[in-house]
């Protein structure tokens, strides 16, 4: 593992802009670092054609050791996750999306948490807010539980190297959901598990690409059965699925549900079969009425009160 902590790994294509910003970030940390040498730096190009080669360079002659690799070949964007998971030499790996920047001073406070620890996952809390800064589960259940579909989020996980071998990634392409069965072979092989709970990224920032496959294939058919398989050990499974399936569709779902299928607002997303794949997986769920009935009433009445307030200037 060549004595390093962490391996943060950067999987781009064509995004120059976005990843200048956050290897900018990610400067502005590395050299107040107290072990700047137990960090490894990667940025895996999946064979870019604008100026990333360039930025890159640019970055490693102003002293941020990088280590630039550039595929000959558009792996795809799961290939070119999968790469950067065994590319790493860390004890834990952390893919950080291009377009997500650092908030200052985060880099110091997350290795500091994992130093001297042997946690399988380590989860960036992207919602809510918490006194502690962070909490240590014993409880992968209760740990999972709050996790849930945030899950899906590829910046905000870091993992323990040692279970990449575990995963036969192939078998998940396609899906967009790859690195989960990592993530969950992580949390439920290990004894204890991490949550950092203070804001660390200001995210998502290139918009303009979200979407681009069937929002309701992935993330209720492809997502829920990896969850079912990957969870099915744990003495409360089957709670824990119905927890958080709920917690899928009233807090990420039901939203998409109204602007793609009720305002035909899709943007890149595709929507083929929604309303069966609901049905199969919501239509015997009570909450899924009374929360999508709940969000349109709200909907309606933020319009009416925008209209009334134009109407008042």
């Not at 070119?80 to 590319?87: A, D, E, G, K, P």
């Amino acid at each position: 593992m060549d004595n390093y902590l962490l391996s943060l790994c950067v999987p781009t294509y064509n995004r120059a802009p976005f990843l200048d910003e956050c290897l900018s970030r990610i400067r502005e940390q590395f050299f107040s670092l107290s072990e700047p040498k137990r960090l490894e730096l990667i940025v895996s190009d999946n064979c870019s054609t604008d100026a990333t080669e360039e930025v890159v360079k640019r970055h490693v002659d102003s002293g941020l050791p990088i280590k630039y690799v550039k595929n000959a070949e558009n792996l795809g964007m799961d290939g070119n996750f999968v790469q950067c998971f065994r590319m790493a030499r860390g004890k834990y790996v952390w893919l950080l999306g291009d377009d997500d920047y650092l908030i200052e001073g985060r880099l110091n406070d997350i290795l500091r948490c994992i130093e001297g620890a042997d946690y399988g996952l380590i989860h960036l809390k992207m919602d809510g807010h918490f006194k502690e800064p962070f909490m240590v589960f014993k409880d992968t259940e209760q740990f999972l539980s709050e996790v849930n579909y945030w899950i899906t989020y590829i910046s905000a996980n870091i993992v323990s190297t040692k279970f990449v071998q575990q995963i036969d990634f192939e078998k998940y392409m396609g899906t967009y959901f790859t690195l989960i069965p990592l993530y969950l072979t992580a949390a439920t092989s290990s004894s204890e598990n991490f949550m950092f709970l203070q804001r660390v990224l200001d995210g998502g920032h290139d918009t303009k690409r979200n979407g681009g496959y069937n929002l309701f294939q992935v993330f209720v058919v492809n997502f829920l059965l990896i969850w079912k398989e990957y969870t099915a050990k744990l003495p409360g499974h089957e709670k824990l699925y119905r927890r958080v399936k709920k917690i899928l569709f009233t807090k990420f779902l039901v939203g998409y549900i109204y602007r793609c299928l009720i305002c035909n607002n899709k943007g890149n997303y595709q929507t083929d079969g929604a309303w069966d794949i609901l049905g199969r997986y919501y239509g015997r769920d009570v909450y899924a009425y009374l929360s999508f009935l709940t969000f349109g009433l709200k909907s309606v009445t933020r319009k009416i009160v925008r209209i009334i307030q134009n109407k008042l200037r």
